[in-house]
């Protein structure tokens, strides 16, 4: 299943994730990028609470971000993607 996330709490330097909790869901990871990069930054790849704050970004750069659900041997994994542009 996939968690629906959005960014909120936008400074020039970061901001905060969070998503929808998935049933059977063992984790989370959280991955980023500049919208113009090709190679996403690995944030989490383990987070087992529906929120995450990133740091240290580029002040009026638009980001896109991804939350990735790890199932364990419950099943498939799915991802959610968004953007934000940081103040």
Same mark, same amino acid.
């Given at each position: ?9 936008? =400074? ?5 994730? #969070? ?7 063992? #984790?989370?990871?959280?991955? !980023?990028? &500049?919208?113009? $990069?090709? *190679? ?8 087992? =609470?529906?929120?995450?704050? &990133?740091?240290?970004?580029? $002040?009026?750069?638009? !980001?896109? !971000? ?6 364990? *041997?419950?099943?498939? #994994? ?10």
């Amino acid at each position: 299943m996939h968690p629906f996330a959005i960014a909120s709490a936008i =400074t020039s330097s970061g901001a905060t994730v #969070s998503w929808t909790a998935v049933s059977g869901a063992v #984790s989370y990871a959280i991955d !980023y990028k &500049l919208n113009s $990069a090709t *190679t996403w930054t690995s944030a989490a790849t383990a987070n087992t =609470t529906t929120t995450f704050t &990133l740091s240290g970004l580029i $002040a009026g750069t638009l !980001y896109d !971000y991804r939350v990735s659900t790890n199932c364990g *041997t419950n099943g498939a #994994s799915g991802f959610s993607a968004a953007q934000f542009t940081t103040a």
